[in-house]
């Protein structure tokens, strides 16, 4: 049973507006939460993460959002761009010192230009 | 650059056989994570290694096993390849206790016929 589900296989964005990807998860033991970015031929890189004491955090143009209640979070990507084109994974853990990330099938989103 | 590197990139093995994966940590890190990455899925935690001990399991079986060397490179292990083993097999390291500040490798992708 998926734990951390992404329901978006992909996204198409024109240049310039915004992006959100979307996140759910069912686990209430998870307490961290990370967004990766990931192009072909590479591994996933970090982009963004958020604890459960917080409900947004920022860092540029990528903003996630944390709805605890919910269990669902969001990426919001302001202004996208072209180079943004990639796969987007969701990941959770049951702290920022945990051992294991759990993440979700990804969202491939394509910005065009 | 990551500086976390996997070798081979590429590997083809028959079913039934036996292969070993191999990863190098970044410089000051002392935990290696292993994560298989099957088509159209996201990562999938198999075991995590810190000072040369597991430390963190998944849901896999035991013929996946690993190894860590006192300079925190790893190896993965997988006995008796199944068809179903085709992935791509991500590491990852960090130091313990600090999940969210993973680099991953660019993966090493496995096709068993």
Same mark, same amino acid.
């Given at each position: 049973?998926?734990?951390?589900?992404?329901?978006?296989?992909?996204?198409?964005?024109?240049?310039?507006?915004?992006?959100?990807?979307?996140?759910?998860?069912?686990?209430?033991?998870?307490?961290?939460?990370?967004?990766?970015?990931?192009?072909?031929?590479?591994?996933?890189?970090?982009?963004? %993460?958020? &604890?459960?004491?917080?409900?947004?955090?920022?860092? $540029?143009?990528? +903003?996630?959002?944390?709805?605890? *209640?919910?269990?669902?979070?969001?990426?919001?990507?302001?202004?996208?761009?072209?180079?943004?084109?990639?796969?987007?994974?969701?990941?959770? %853990?049951? &702290?920022?010192?945990?051992?294991?990330?759990?993440? $979700?099938?990804? +969202?491939?989103?394509?910005?065009? *230009? | 650059?990551?500086?976390?590197?996997?070798?081979?990139?590429?590997?083809?093995?028959?079913?039934?056989?036996?292969?070993?994966?191999?990863?190098?940590?970044?410089?000051?890190?002392?935990?290696?994570?292993?994560?298989?990455?099957?088509?159209?899925?996201?990562?999938?935690?198999?075991?995590?290694?810190?000072?040369?001990?597991?430390?963190?399991?998944?849901?896999?079986?035991?013929?996946?096993?690993?190894?860590?060397?006192?300079?925190?490179?790893?190896?993965?292990?997988?006995?008796?390849?199944?068809?179903?083993?085709?992935?791509?097999?991500?590491?990852?390291?960090?130091?313990?206790?600090?999940?969210?500040?993973?680099?991953?490798?660019?993966?090493?992708?496995?096709?068993?016929?």
């Amino acid at each position: 049973d998926q734990q951390v589900k992404q329901n978006s296989p992909s996204l198409s964005v024109q240049e310039g507006r915004i992006s959100i990807l979307n996140c759910d998860y069912t686990n209430s033991m998870f307490d961290y939460f990370l967004w990766y970015k990931k192009y072909p031929a590479e591994g996933p890189t970090f982009l963004i %993460s958020i &604890s459960s004491i917080k409900d947004k955090n920022e860092d $540029g143009r990528f +903003t996630v959002f944390l709805n605890k *209640s919910a269990k669902h979070l969001s990426l919001h990507i302001v202004p996208s761009q072209p180079g943004d084109s990639a796969v987007y994974f969701c990941a959770a %853990s049951e &702290s920022q010192a945990g051992t294991a990330l759990i993440f $979700g099938k990804g +969202t491939t989103l394509s910005v065009s *230009s | 650059e990551t500086g976390v590197t996997q070798s081979p990139t590429h590997l083809i093995k028959t079913r039934g056989q036996q292969v070993t994966l191999r990863c190098s940590s970044q410089s000051g890190h002392n935990t290696v994570s292993w994560y298989q990455q099957a088509l159209g899925q996201g990562p999938q935690f198999i075991f995590q290694y810190y000072r040369e001990e597991e430390n963190g399991r998944g849901n896999f079986p035991p013929r996946f096993s690993g190894l860590q060397f006192p300079n925190y490179s790893s190896e993965l292990n997988v006995n008796a390849l199944e068809l179903d083993d085709s992935a791509l097999y991500l590491c990852a390291s960090s130091m313990k206790d600090a999940v969210g500040e993973a680099f991953f490798g660019q993966g090493t992708r496995l096709t068993v016929v």
